[in-house]
């Protein structure tokens, strides 16, 4: 598992650095307000958000069990002594399959979910069009799915310390990234938003690995 984790950081950073690259080589053609930016070369980085999300759904494919309205509706065959534990962790399995759901979404369920996706195959974004995706973008992060993990620290989760502790460090981590600048610029370049999203899910990703880690480890 710390391989895994160790080969993802270092995807992360080869992510960052061709952003750097796109950034530094990216070629403008200037036209009043619709400015023309090329984004070719950071679109090749949604291959990480790929991985991240098939890596999320093989994960909740092996730990959960699906019901006639929702997969992963619930950790299946899993019931342990400690039922404020058992009750967090499918707390998790749900926080996850709904963020899941926007980050995949083709406009069918939500309105306007993962509004950069639709300029992942695209060669270049108007000023125009980045000024929009900006506003819809910081919108749905400040009323999307990652919102959800801000009330763990509410709950019980459980009477063990080390448990509680555990499940905090994963959803903390979550809440604090909206304290990170790049989340709260308003005027960030396409490169910047396509980072931000790429974060998020790598963070989703890291909370399905833990679900695994303790459904097997208490199953």
């Known amino acids: 598992m710390k391989k895994i984790y160790k080969n993802k950081y270092i995807v992360i950073i080869m992510a960052l650095i061709l952003i750097a690259l796109s950034s530094f080589l990216s070629i403008t053609v200037y036209k009043n307000y619709d400015k ?7 679109n090749q980085i ?30 299946k065959d899993f019931d342990i002594e400690d039922d404020e534990y058992e009750s967090v962790l499918n707390l998790l399995v749900a926080d996850v399959r709904m963020c899941y759901l926007e980050y995949t979404d083709d406009g069918t369920l939500y309105t306007n979910t993962n509004p950069i996706r639709k300029y992942r195959e695209k060669e270049y974004i108007t000023s125009k069009e980045l000024e929009k995706l900006n506003f819809e973008m910081y919108n749905e992060f400040n009323q999307g799915c990652l919102k959800r993990f801000a009330s763990y620290n509410a709950l019980l989760i459980s009477n063990d310390e080390v448990l509680r502790n555990n499940v905090l ?50 199953k």
């Open 46 to 75: 949604w291959t990480t958000y790929d991985d991240s999300i098939a890596i999320i759904k093989n994960n909740m494919e092996s730990i959960t069990d699906s019901n006639e309205s929702f997969d992963w509706w619930i950790l």
């Open 169 to 218: 460090t994963k959803t903390n981590k979550i809440f604090r990234i909206s304290q990170i600048e790049i989340f709260n610029n308003k005027n960030a370049t396409y490169n910047e938003l396509l980072l931000r999203k790429i974060m998020e899910v790598h963070y989703i990703e890291d909370i399905s690995e833990f679900l695994v880690e303790e459904y097997n480890r208490l």
């Open 36 to 42: 023309k930016i090329d984004i070719q070369l950071a």
